[in-house]
Each structure stands twice: as structure tokens, then as C-alpha cells.
């Protein structure tokens, strides 16, 4: 089996995220889904983050953007 990359397990991370979300509001727990929302916002901006990178050393699978000439 082919070992998934950081921005796959992200995704993958975000949709297990939003079905626990979805079922903690079924059933009342409200600051749960809460903290599940906000632990999948984290999980998608890491996916998102991670295919946008593709000029980083690494090439975007692990490493943060390499700061653009005028950052550094």
C-alpha cells in the first residue's frame, strides 16, 4: 500500500473530521461539533496549504512556503 502524502492525509483527516462533526450535532453536542469544525478548518487549510507550495524545498509536502525574496 502506498503511503499517503501530508496534503492527502489532510484532506483525508478533514472529511473523517466533518462526519464526526455532523454526527456530534445530531445529537446535541454543539461545543463538540464546534471544536470538530474548527479541527477540520485547521486539517483543510493544511491540504490547501500543502498543493499550493510547490516551490518549497520540499516540494510542498512538508515544509512551510520559502519566503518570497522581499520577506526575507
Known amino acids: 500500500m502506498a503511503a499517503l502524502s501530508p496534503s492527502e492525509t489532510a484532506r483525508y483527516t478533514s472529511d473523517l473530521l466533518e462526519s464526526l462533526r455532523k454526527i456530534a450535532n445530531r445529537q446535541g453536542q454543539r461545543v463538540l461539533a464546534h471544536l470538530l469544525e474548527l479541527a477540520q478548518y485547521e ?23 520559502v519566503p518570497a ?3 526575507r
Open 43 to 65: 486539517a483543510h487549510s493544511l491540504a490547501a496549504l500543502k498543493s499550493r507550495t510547490p516551490d518549497s524545498p520540499d516540494g510542498g509536502r512538508s515544509a512551510q512556503p
Open 69 to 71: 525574496p522581499a520577506e
